[in-house]
């Protein structure tokens, strides 16, 4: 069994560490010194994380970028240099395709889903031009289609958005969705 956390570092920024064992006692720091890591996703297969760090801590501008970290060398690959902030990362069930929210230009908030698949290519907007409504939370479906939150006026709705950009309405909720839990196709837990 993996497990990994993110922790300080002694005066310094958070680092991804590795434990292979949740009970032993050693530790092996797979970031590099300097580096701050904000955001990890596994790979089912154990072997690589998906992160959101930068090598540029201090830095008042967005300069994190998506890498994926080969836990057996602590080797990082940038996977996407996304303008302005982003976060919320999530991987789909398959844990083919990286999801999260980023911002359409270069900010200042990130209310745009997008999609980056792990194999290779570029990341892709799927609400810039099919849903123009912040997105304030998303989950993965079992199709590997999303569900998400978007703002609309002063209330907020859920959304299906297929991998294409295809956005389809759901049917008004009873209560004004701020957070929302999946457990199957069929069983949905929101949060006013």
Do not use: C, M
């Not at 930068?54 to 967005?62: C, F, G, H, K, M």
């Not at 359409?104 to 799927?126: F, H, I, K, Q």
């Not at 304030?136 to 907020?156: K, M, P, Y």
Request: aromatic share 6%; charged share 20%; proline share 10%.
């Amino acid at each position: 069994l993996a497990a990994g956390e993110l922790s300080p570092q002694p005066g310094g920024p958070a680092a991804a560490r590795f434990e292979p064992n949740p009970a032993a006692v050693r530790r092996r720091l797979v970031s590099p010194a300097g580096w701050a890591v904000d955001e990890l996703q596994w790979l089912p297969s154990g072997d690589r994380l998906i992160v959101s760090a930068t090598n540029q801590p201090a830095s008042d501008r967005d300069t994190n970028r998506i890498y994926s970290i080969a836990v057996s060398s602590g080797t990082f690959a940038e996977l996407a240099a996304p303008h302005g902030p982003f976060g919320s990362l999530s991987l789909s069930p398959d844990a083919a395709t990286l999801a999260y929210l980023g911002a359409r230009v270069d900010g200042p908030e990130p209310t745009d889903l997008y999609v980056l698949p792990l194999a290779g290519g570029a990341p892709r907007n799927l609400t810039g031009a099919s849903l123009d409504r912040p997105v304030r939370q998303f989950v993965w479906q079992t199709d590997g289609s999303l569900l998400a939150i978007a703002a609309e006026g002063f209330t907020s709705d859920l959304d299906r958005i297929g991998l294409d950009g295809t956005v389809t309405k759901r049917p008004a909720e009873p209560v004004n969705p701020g957070s929302i839990g999946l457990l199957d196709e069929h069983t949905l837990a929101t949060r006013q």
